[in-house]
């Protein structure tokens, strides 16, 4: 009974740390990425995310709120996800203490995977810069078309490197690897 609370207790952790974690990441990510466009936040981003009502409105709030505001609701969902699945994964661990180790490290993977995907999204932009705004209907002009789609294709790539960090992350889970 008493290891089970002990797994319990491990797997909300893993749970909160995991959302703790991939809001810190998602807040750094918007910070840096609006220094390369903030066009991106203030034409596209802050209206997704109900900061502005109207995409033709300049921003004249808070930056440092937004920002906050963004990175935390467009990153706490996946690493509440993140957080269940490694925790379940976890539960084949006897011990709670080594289910909660064994599930940060691949909570590291995860992380590692989506930075890493972040820096060549980021690269390949930076090598194939483009000023043509593709697959966009957007009601506006982009004024910085290469460095708003930089900040897209950052974007892209980390997602996409969340959800392969996810997988690789899961399979160190059940094969213990690391």
Known sequence: RTRHLKKLGAFILIVFISITLSVVYGVAHDFITSKISPEFYTKLTFYNFGILDDYEREFSGNWTFALVWVGFFSTWWFGFLTG???????LKYSDGQIMLNKSLKSLIIVIGIAILFGF????????????????????FEIEHKAEFNKVAKIHNFSYFGGIVGLIIGTLNQIKNWW
């Open 120 to 139: 060549v999204g980021f690269g390949i932009a930076e090598l194939f810069p483009s000023e043509t705004i593709t697959n966009y209907n957007f009601p």
């Open 84 to 90: 269940i699945v490694l925790g379940i994964f976890g």
